[in-house]
């Protein structure tokens, strides 16, 4: 038998690991509701993230953003009197992956740069929450 191998012929908790994409170590959010909010950063701490930065407003996540580039981020697309736009757009020119949370759902407008990032409705689900960011973090 190979050392590599247990008895049941199973893979090896490195292999495992490796075959698995780590979840991002430094997660933003953009919400203005500190409810929802606060629910997106469990939600991406359960995940495995290990940092959380959450921003309710474009200064404030602009402000993060310069202090820590996030791996990859969730925003809430309306901010009361401002939009989340010119953050995703900041975050996409740097490669960061994105996805947007919505009351609007699929008929959310965005700019064409931006068309390609996931949009998951509110309400939403842990559940639809981790499959939209599984499928941003395989690049599907």
């Given at each position: 038998m190979?050392?590599d191998m247990?008895?049941?012929?199973?893979?090896?908790?490195?292999?495992a690991?490796?075959?698995?994409p780590?979840?991002?170590?430094?997660?933003?959010?953009?919400?203005?509701?500190?409810?929802?909010?606060?629910?997106?950063e469990?939600?991406?701490?359960?995940?495995?993230?290990?940092?959380?930065?959450?921003?309710?407003?474009?200064?404030?996540?602009m402000?993060?953003?310069d202090?820590?580039?996030?791996d990859?981020?969730?925003?809430d697309?309306?901010?009361?009197?401002?939009?989340?736009?010119?953050?995703?757009?900041?975050?996409?020119?740097?490669?960061?992956?994105?996805?947007?949370?919505?009351?609007?759902?699929?008929?959310?407008v965005?700019?064409?740069a931006?068309?390609?990032?996931p949009?998951?409705?509110?309400?939403?689900?842990?559940?639809?929450m981790?499959?939209?960011?599984?499928?941003?973090?395989?690049?599907?």
């Open positions: 190979r050392d247990d008895g049941a012929g199973a893979m090896p908790a490195t292999m690991a490796v075959s698995r780590a979840f991002p170590d430094r997660v933003l959010v953009v919400e203005d509701n500190l409810l929802i909010a606060m629910d997106i469990d939600m991406m701490t359960a995940m495995g993230a290990g940092v959380v930065d959450v921003a309710s407003s474009v200064a404030g996540a402000a993060a953003i202090a820590a580039a996030p990859c981020a969730v925003l697309v309306n901010l009361g009197a401002e939009t989340s736009i010119p953050v995703a757009e900041r975050l996409a020119a740097a490669g960061v992956p994105l996805l947007f949370v919505s009351g609007y759902g699929d008929g959310m965005r700019p064409d931006l068309a390609g990032a949009v998951i409705a509110k309400p939403f689900t842990g559940g639809a981790a499959a939209a960011i599984r499928t941003l973090l395989s690049g599907d």
